[in-house]
């Protein structure tokens, strides 16, 4: 199939037909490998990495026997060993898509073919097919996972309940309805086989929120959209069963369109060590072009005198030899760019994202979501059901009395919504929401005697004060982020018909009757005082419809959402139409109540050096409490809360501050900057995106209100762009994923709002306050170990290598190694792996409760202190003066001596193992000294790595190994001869010393003139850390303190109860809501 | 998609709490102290010191006399013979003389000693079969292609011991005499064996093994290095055990030297003389060399040593003296390091925030 489709078009209980379009089947193949196709596909994957294809290139120099300088084992048993790691875990993946393919594959279903119900494997349902979908009602709630997209037909009442959270990971039911032609045709086989229905609609696309088609019935079209299809992926729940067409199948489902590779995100030192190893490779060429032109000199003034001992290979001249040589040592320096170094890298990501989820102190036991850091591993649970305990007696006697505005206020709440409810058990009655708040709404009016009992597509039934009403149901509006509001038609038992809205209050306030402008006025008050409090508002309107007017109304309506054009377009007309002249009922908050914790993590972070910019979607008035918390010793008031207007906002755009600070005799002056989603949009324009990044940068904090979602990607794209800053974004709402995304680091919050932020994230936790411990402990840590890992790592092999580069003056430039081929094989891979390793693991400066009393210590991190070029090029010169000491010394010690029986201690094998011991003996004690904390774990490793050195050596330098492998273990009886002599002891406590002890004074040194922050932290005695613990919970008071203050006023105040229009403030006990700061800083991995 | 734990439960996803996981582990924080680093390096000059001057009279114990005869004496006329390559066959030797104003005491070393010869060479020291050497009766026959093109000569016949390494033994031979007195000469015993390492000797080195053959028998079928005068299995005229591919000189010429230069054991003073029972006694001494090795090629010299040694080795000035520097230069780092901490780091108020 070359051709793009265009238009889909599928024909009911018809194959021929469709199968003529070569319509995807719905057999998936999620899988890469078969077994045939595994070895060569893999491989070849797996050396388009670069590395591996530079160490392929080092084996092939390697078999060529004029160049090779070492065996091939030497790059092979790394090279292997690094591959087949690879291939176990992509052929262990690979083997579960496998799995899982076929077990889809293979699930039944029941498809109508020939006027019968036929038990068919999924893989077998072609397009067109009419196929029965089953679940078992309220008992046990499995999951039928619907292969394909699916026109509804039909169901006992026409609606089907769906959980979509395998496709956008949102855990609440959604209601998918049958169009009434077909729902009339029930379960009767018959009438379905003699459907004869045409459905032509969209091409195969990735966006779940959309369809189009139209279905053709007799000459009769009928309007598809997404509420008529069923998407793969989804669960069927509180269904009986539901027949569908096939419409896409396989892998052109949205689900399986939309499984497309997340983009891997890079850390700094990511970047740093990509342009380290480049210049690692040059140097590498400059190393051994160097002993080139040395080999080239020596070839002609000493190898062409040396020949009658050893002739040169034929065709083999002093000019070639030097270009042989220069490969030769590109094969003896690889090690300064080894291969390991991935893979470590690799592991020690892996192991620091272990150690956040392991960590109880990010595990949220309320609803027993442990932190999940996404690179590794990925699950959610489904979350606890929000609690909602506000009761007010005296609010509900109101309610009883029969007032009817109050009784209007909450029938409205009870029947505007798209609440969907669900009866586990007998008399226990669960809500169904898409947005907490609808729920909370919903819920409220049920503890004022509304209660929202059931809904079918035509009805919706509710208990008014214990009375079973039941309405009708004529139209629902819905919400959409344009039209900012919802209503709904219904018509009353007493057959009045009324419309219900309720919405955004500058839209509602748009919308209504010029009766109500007194009460608009009051309204507007408790609006802006409500936002000052940081509650999220909704105003609440009504209106009566005459019957004619609807009548025609409905018949435009039918005819608008069965058109194919500008469908849309048309049914915003129709609703614009009749939501106006409104009456005003009253308005609603909703304390977006800030999880426990937040200023003070905000604080913290503040301390850290860490920018903050908060991007929410919620008026100013919401973002100054915010920023009060943010800066309780700050006063921030921005003058003028109204929104600016377009002309203003072109000319300054964002207008400065000054604040008042206490102590502005420290600062120059604080600055924040609050700019709202109507001037960004201007301000994001190109010519004056620098500007707002400018102006924004030199600002203490920075708050966008009112953003929509991608303004809030653009922001984090704009500081990525311009600032070197690494940013990293936390929201837990579905509106905060593309800013998720594209930030360096996304976390998400699994909190109410649905899963999207959480599975885009790269880690998430269940509470804001857990932020500072991922930033403070394990980002600081994780930071800190790769910086050190990196530094130890580049200076153990840059020490291995230079050795081998003085070594040449002394061996004519013949790229002879120093060491023993096995111990360049090994020592990477075995005698130094572990213990480094446990350093990038396990290390820590100071613990986690000092990192979080000094959230300063997160600053150097952000300067990059820890590692950086400056701190590379001090790790080549330690390198170079250990490598010096490594090589000079030793052959100082044992050019002219003999063993203490006359015999050869000068020999090249002995020297080799002096060599590589004193190598051995000194990266160690290295480690040990780079290591913070000294740990039964690390030493272990250390020691235990040191062990297995002197016993593998001792093996293969042994006779039997001699004796079996006779050209591979040449080095036999060494380690019995040379390491018996005193000489060779003290050589190594002499290296030991001079390598060590430079680092250790000049260490000592620095911390005497110029301590750095970690030193004071870590020379603090521990006497003040019970300070710090009294003052952490005093503050932590003082916070619950103001923070209860603002709902517990104004509910129990009797004001409140007298007031019109009634207003309804509901609080949540559990938390519901976290605003969606926005951070950028440089951090670490 | 969750993960499976056999746990249920409202914390059912709780992580454990071990001290591994929750990175509580026992620590011990080492820490750069006034109190810990200053006597460290205090303690550390004087341990230096004290090793290197312990060492150094331990040196200055021994004596070591050195002796380069590449063209001393009448040596000067081999020396011009070897500068043509087509001279090799011809024998040459000549005479040095020199005299010992202390006695040797104790067991007494003959080196040879060679500068400026690169037994280092990668392709040098890979020019060897180790399997041949080992004895392998396939080897012995068929060395391998690594000794090329040391392995085989014109008519293909496989070389034993093969290799560009067994082909360069140094074959200089060495006679000490001492003077006792101006009429009388008395040859210095020196032992031809025991030079060697026991593993090289024992395990390294084998003989073809053949049962009931002569050593020449076995060697038949393949040739001597190009640049030897004689076969493998007669090296050593006097002690037949010392033949084949176990001869010590062999073997010690096949330990490569790690730096280009290097002295090779060749002797070990036989005490059972009474003359030498104590030693080289004090006289004048003389060398007769059959000067065969060319050292010009490579514009090398070479020499002798007699020496006496300690349980250090032999007079190797090296480490005493490396000792004491580094001794002096941590004991000018610990008075640096004194002062910075008493001017910067005493009263701690660097520490403070």
């Given at each position: ?1085 | ?134 004895g392998?009766?396939?080897?012995l ?19 034993a011991p ?45 003989n073809p093994?053949a049962?009931?053959l002569t050593l020449a028998e076995v060697f038949e079928?393949t040739r001597p290095?190009?640049?030897w005068?004689k076969p493998v299995y007669s090296l050593d005229p006097?002690d037949p055990n010392n033949n084949g591919f176990i001869n010590?000189?062999l ?103």
């Amino acid at each position: 199939m070359f051709f793009s489709e265009e238009e889909r078009y599928v024909r009911a209980n018809d194959r021929p037909s469709n199968l003529s379009y070569n319509y995807a089947n719905n057999a998936i193949r999620t899988s890469k490998y078969n077994i045939i196709t595994f070895l060569p596909l893999n491989l070849f994957e797996q050396f388009r990495r670069l590395a591996n294809a530079y160490f392929l290139f080092l084996l092939i120099l390697q078999l060529i026997p004029q160049i090779s300088s070492l065996s091939w084992f030497t790059t092979a048993l790394p090279l292997i060993l690094v591959l087949s790691m690879t291939a176990v875990k992509d052929a262990n993946d690979d083997i579960n898509r496998h799995k899982s393919d076929r077990q889809v594959n293979n699930r039944m279903v029941n498809v109508l073919i020939d006027g019968v119900l036929k038990n068919e494997k999924w893989m077998n349902v072609q397009v067109g097919d009419i196929v029965k979908l089953e679940s078992n009602q309220f008992v046990t709630l499995t999951h039928v996972t619907h292969p394909t997209i699916l026109t509804l037909l039909i169901e006992p009442l026409n609606l089907v309940y769906v959980e979509t959270a395998e496709l956008d990971g949102e855990t609440n039911l959604k209601v998918k309805q049958a169009l009434t032609l077909t729902g009339e045709m029930g379960d009767s086989i018959e009438a379905l086989s003699a459907f004869k229905g045409e459905v032509r609609c969209e091409p195969p696309n990735n966006r779940l929120d959309k369809f189009k088609g139209t279905l053709t019935v007799n000459g009769q079209n009928y309007g598809l959209d997404n509420d008529k299809i069923l998407l793969r992926g989804c669960t069927l729940r509180n269904t009986e069963w539901c027949f569908g067409l096939v419409i896409f199948g396989g892998p052109d489902t949205k689900l399986m369109q939309n499984s497309g590779k997340t983009k891997f995100k890079r850390t700094s030192i990511d970047h740093l060590m990509n342009i380290l190893v480049l210049c690692i490779f040059g140097f590498l060429f400059t190393l051994c072009f160097i002993l080139a032109i040395g080999n080239a000199v020596w070839e002609v003034k000493e190898g062409s005198v040396f020949t009658v001992f050893l002739p040169r290979e034929p065709g083999v001249n002093a000019a070639l030899s030097s270009f042989l040589s220069f490969w030769s040592y590109v094969i003896v320096l690889n090690a300064v760019v080894p291969i390991s170094l991935y893979v470590s890298v690799e592991v020690i990501r892996l192991g620091n994202s272990f150690f956040i989820n392991w960590d109880r102190k990010m595990y949220y036991p309320k609803n027993d979501t442990p932190a999940q850091s996404h690179s590794v591993d990925f699950s959610w649970n489904k979350l606890a059901d929000p609690k909602f305990d506000f009761h007010d007696y005296n609010l509900v006697e109101t309610v009883r009395e029969g007032n009817p505005e109050a009784q209007a206020f909450f029938r409205l709440l009870a029947l505007c919504h798209t609440v969907m409810p669900e009866e586990k058990k007998e008399g226990e009655l669960n809500y169904q929401a898409q947005s907490p708040d609808e729920g909370a709404l919903v819920t409220a009016a049920r503890n004022f005697g509304f209660v929202f009992r059931s809904r079918t597509p035509e009805t919706i039934t509710i208990m008014e004060m214990g009375e079973k009403v039941t309405y009708e149901l004529l139209a629902v509006l819905d919400f959409n982020n344009v039209r900012k509001r919802m209503s709904v038609i219904v018509r009353g038992p007493d057959g009045k018909m009324t419309l219900y809205c309720k919405g955004a209050d500058t839209i509602i306030y748009e919308r209504l009757d010029h009766s109500c402008k007194r009460l608009m006025k009051v309204t507007t008050g408790h609006l802006n005082e409500y936002a000052g409090d940081g509650l999220r508002t909704l105003v609440l309107a009504y209106k009566h419809l005459k019957e004619n007017y609807m009548e025609e109304w409905t018949q435009r309506h039918h005819e608008a959402s069965t058109a194919l054009e500008g469908r849309e377009e048309r049914l915003d007309q129709l609703y614009e139409e009749i939501e106006k002249d409104m009456i005003l009922l009253g308005a609603t908050a909703v304390e977006d109540k800030l999880q426990d914790g937040v200023p003070q993590t905000i604080e913290q972070l503040a301390k850290a050096d860490i920018k903050i910019w908060v991007l929410t979607g919620d008026k100013q008035g919401m973002s100054c409490y915010i920023l009060e918390l943010l800066y309780a010793r700050r006063k921030m008031c921005p003058e003028s809360a109204e929104e600016p207007s377009v002309t203003k906002a072109r000319a300054g755009l964002f207008w400065l501050q000054k604040t008042e600070t206490v102590q502005d005799e420290q600062v120059e002056g604080d600055y924040a900057l609050i700019i709202n989603g109507h001037s960004l949009a201007f301000a994001l324009e190109k010519d004056l995106e620098l500007e707002l990044l400018r102006t924004a940068c030199m600002c203490q904090t920075v708050i966008c209100c009112r953003v929509t979602p991608l303004q809030k990607a653009q922001v984090v794209e704009l500081v990525k762009k311009y600032k070197q800053a690494i940013t990293l974004a936390i929201g837990d709402g579905a509106n905060d994923v593309s800013m998720i995304k594209a930030a360096h680091i996304g976390v998400g919050i699994s909190g109410q709002e649905g899963m999207q932020a959480v599975l885009s994230s790269d880690f998430s936790f269940a509470q804001f306050r857990y932020l500072q411990r991922l930033l403070l402990v394990h980002g600081r840590w994780s930071y800190l170990r790769m910086c050190k890992f990196l530094q130890y790592f580049f200076y153990k092999n840059f020490t291995f290598t230079f050795v081998h580069f003085w070594y040449a003056f002394f061996c004519g430039f013949s790229a002879q190694t120093v060491y023993d081929e096995w111990f360049i094989t090994l020592y990477n891979l075995v005698y130094t792996s572990l213990p480094i390793l446990s350093l990038g693991l396990f290390d820590q400066d100071v613990n986690d409760r000092w990192s979080f009393e000094y959230p300063q210590l997160y600053s150097p991190g952000q300067l990059n202190m820890y590692f950086s070029k400056k701190a590379f090029v001090h790790c080549m010169v330690h390198s170079c003066y250990c490598s010096l000491v490594l090589f000079f010394i030793p052959w100082g010690a044992i050019h002219d001596t003999v063993r203490d029986d006359g015999r050869d201690l000068a020999d090249y094998q002995s020297f080799a193992l002096l060599a590589q011991t004193c190598l051995l003996v000194v990266v160690s004690i290295q480690l040990c000294i780079d290591t913070y904390a000294w740990t039964t774990v690390n030493q272990f490793f250390v020691w235990g790595s040191l062990f297995a050195y002197l016993a593998i050596t001792f093996t293969m330098y042994s006779n039997g190994m001699f004796l079996i492998f006779t050209s591979v273990f040449p080095f036999i009886g060494t380690v019995r001869n040379s390491l018996n002599q005193p000489n060779v002891w003290l050589t190594i406590f002499l290296t030991s010393l001079l390598c060590v002890l430079p680092v250790v004074a000049l260490r000592f040194i620095l911390i005497q003139i110029r301590p750095t922050i970690n030193d004071k932290v870590r020379k603090t005695p521990e006497t003040e850390y019970c300070l710090c613990i009294l003052r952490v919970s005093t503050r932590r008071s003082g916070y619950a303190f103001s923070h209860s203050q603002g709902y517990g006023a104004l509910v129990t105040s009797e004001r409140f109860l007298f007031k019109r229009p009634l207003k309804s403030l509901l609080a949540f006990s559990a938390q519901t809501e976290t605003p969606r700061p926005q951070l950028f800083r440089p951090i670490p991995e | 998609m969750g993960k499976t734990k056999d746990k249920s439960g409202p914390l059912a996803r709780r992580p454990d709490n071990s001290a591994f996981k929750q990175q509580r582990l026992p620590a011990w924080s080492p820490m750069l102290t006034a109190n810990t680093v200053l006597p460290f390096f205090y303690l550390l000059a004087v341990i230096c010191m004290l090793l290197g001057v312990w060492l150094l009279l331990l040196v200055q114990s021994t004596q070591e006399i050195k002796l380069d005869y590449t063209d001393l004496g009448n040596c000067n006329e081999c020396f011009d013979l070897r500068r043509n390559v087509s001279n090799a066959v011809q024998t040459c030797s000549c005479r040095v003389e020199f005299s010992i104003d202390k006695s040797l005491k104790g067991d007494v070393f003959f080196y040879y000693g060679l500068k400026n010869f690169h037994q280092n060479l990668r392709r040098y020291m890979d020019s060897r079969d180790d399997g041949q050497t080992l004895g392998r009766i396939k080897k012995l026959k068929n060395p391998s292609s690594y000794c090329a093109p040391f392995d085989k000569d014109n008519d293909g016949v496989p070389i034993a011991p093969c290799g560009a390494i067994a082909n360069s033994m140094f074959n200089d031979s060495f006679t000490l005499n001492y003077h006792l007195s101006s009429s009388r000469i008395v040859p210095v015993p020196l032992l031809r064996t025991g030079l060697t390492w026991y593993t090289d000797k024992n395990v390294k080195f084998r003989n073809p093994r053949a049962d009931n053959l002569t050593l020449a028998e076995v060697f038949e079928g393949t040739r001597p290095p190009l640049y030897w005068q004689k076969p493998v299995y007669s090296l050593d005229p006097h002690d037949p055990n010392n033949n084949g591919f176990i001869n010590e000189d062999l073997i010690v010429w096949m330990r490569e030297a790690a730096f280009p230069n290097f002295k090779k054991l060749y002797g070990i003073l036989n005490r059972a003389d009474p003359i030498f029972e104590k030693g080289l006694p004090k006289g004048n001494y003389t060398i007769d060399i059959s000067y065969n090795f060319p050292v010009q090629h490579f514009q090398g010299r070479k020499g002798v040593v007699l020496t006496t040694l300690t349980w250090f080795g032999g007079q190797n000035h090296f480490l005493p003296i490396a000792y004491l520097v580094t001794s002096s230069l941590i004991l000018l780092t610990a008075v640096v390091l004194t002062v910075a901490w008493w001017k910067f780091g005493k009263d701690g108020k660097n520490m403070k925030e």
